[in-house]
C-alpha cells in the first residue's frame, strides 16, 4: 500500500528553469492538495483539487501552475522557476468522506527544490 | 479567510506532561486535526476533533471548545521521541469542498 508518493525527492534548478513535480495516490480519494512549507511559516496551500479535471487556487498560487487529468494524480508545475520558490514541496491527498467524518490527511514524503 | 495561532516552540522533560494550544478564527468550521512532524519527514495524523470536548488516544489527547475557538494537544508520559513539530489545522467548507488549513507548528523539545 504505497499511500502518496511524490517524485522527485530533491531537485536543483537554475532561475528561469521549469520543472513539473508529480503526485500520485492509490488511495482513491476525491481530493488533492498542494502545500510549500517553508521555516516559520508552516504549511501553506498552493493549489487543490476537489476532483479530476477540476483545480483552484490556494493562498499562495502565484508562478505555480496544477493539473488533475486523472483522479490518481496531481501535477504541480513551476513555469519559470525563482529562488523565492526554493521550499520543500508536500502533497496531501483526503477522502471527500461525509461532512464531519474524520477525514485526515495522507501526505507524500516532500519535495525539496533548490532554485539558485 | 483563517487565522491560527500556536506556539512556536516548548521544551519540556521526559516523563512529564506538556499542553499544546491552538486557537483559530474561521468561517465553516468542519474539524480540527493534529499532525506531528519529525525533522525531514512528512507530518502524520495525530488526532481529529469535530464535537466539543476530549478524544483520547494512548498517550495523545486532543480537546476542542468550537465556542471559544480553541483546542489543545495533551502529550503524557513524554519521550524523546515525541521531540518534533506539531501541527494544528483547521478544516473548513468552502464552497461545497473542504480545505485545511494549518498554523505554522510549535516544536517541542523534550529534555532528558
Known amino acids: 500500500n504505497a499511500g502518496v508518493t511524490q517524485t522527485p525527492k530533491f531537485r536543483v534548478l537554475k532561475t528561469g528553469q521549469s520543472m513539473t513535480l508529480l503526485c500520485a495516490q492509490d488511495m482513491n480519494h476525491e481530493y488533492m492538495y498542494w502545500y510549500r512549507q517553508d521555516p516559520g511559516m508552516g504549511l501553506r496551500l498552493i493549489h487543490y483539487s476537489v476532483g479530476e479535471g477540476t483545480t483552484a487556487k490556494g493562498e499562495v498560487p502565484d508562478g505555480y501552475n496544477v493539473s488533475r487529468l486523472k483522479k490518481q494524480n496531481f501535477l504541480l508545475g513551476l513555469e519559470s522557476a525563482a529562488p523565492s520558490q526554493t521550499s520543500v514541496y508536500f502533497c496531501?491527498?483526503?477522502?471527500?468522506?461525509?461532512?464531519?467524518?474524520?477525514?485526515?490527511?495522507?501526505f507524500g514524503q516532500g519535495t525539496r527544490l533548490t532554485v539558485v | 479567510g483563517q487565522n491560527i495561532d500556536q506556539p512556536t516552540e516548548m521544551t519540556a522533560t521526559e516523563g512529564a506532561i506538556v499542553q499544546i494550544n491552538c486557537t483559530y478564527q474561521?468561517?465553516?468550521?468542519?474539524?480540527l486535526f493534529w499532525y506531528q512532524q519529525h525533522a525531514g519527514e512528512a507530518p502524520t495524523f495525530l488526532s481529529y476533533?469535530?464535537?466539543?470536548g476530549l478524544e483520547e488516544k494512548g498517550r495523545f489527547s486532543s480537546f476542542l471548545s468550537r465556542s471559544k475557538g480553541y483546542s489543545y494537544l495533551l502529550l503524557k508520559e513524554l519521550q524523546m521521541k515525541d521531540s518534533a513539530s506539531y501541527l494544528c489545522a483547521v478544516r473548513a467548507a468552502s464552497g461545497g469542498s473542504y480545505i485545511p488549513t494549518f498554523g505554522r507548528g510549535t516544536s517541542l523539545i523534550v529534555h532528558p
Open positions: 476533533n469535530v464535537l466539543d
Open positions: 496531501a491527498s483526503i477522502s471527500s468522506g461525509t461532512e464531519g467524518a474524520n477525514t485526515e490527511a495522507f
Open positions: 474561521t468561517s465553516g468550521f468542519n474539524g
